[in-house]
C-alpha cells in the first residue's frame, strides 16, 4: 500500500492540525515541503487544482481542506480494534 502524501508548509498551523491527527492515529505519511510562495506550488496545484495547503493524497482520494482531511482521518483510521 502505497503512504499516504501530506503537502505541508511547517510555519501553516492548518498543516501542523493535520500533522497532530495523523501522529495521533500512528499512521506514516511522506510529508511533501512545499514553498512559502503560493505560485510556485506546481505540483499542489497539479495534485489538487489549487495552490493551497495543507492538502492530503490517500491512495485515489485527495483532500484540500484541514477540517476534511481530519474528519477522513477519523472516519478512516480512528477507532480501529
Partial sequence: MEKM????LDSC???RMVRDK???LGLE???IAVPSYRPNRKE???V???YLVPV???GDVVLDDED???AYLEKKYGQQP
Avoid at 502524501?5 to 505541508?8: G, P, S, W
Fill in 5 to 8: 502524501k501530506l503537502y505541508d
Fill in 13 to 15: 498551523p492548518y498543516c
Fill in 22 to 24: 495523523l501522529e495521533e
Fill in 29 to 31: 505519511y511522506e510529508k
Fill in 44 to 46: 499542489v496545484f497539479e
Fill in 48 to 50: 489538487s487544482g489549487q
Fill in 56 to 58: 492530503l493524497v490517500d
Fill in 68 to 70: 476534511e482531511i481530519i
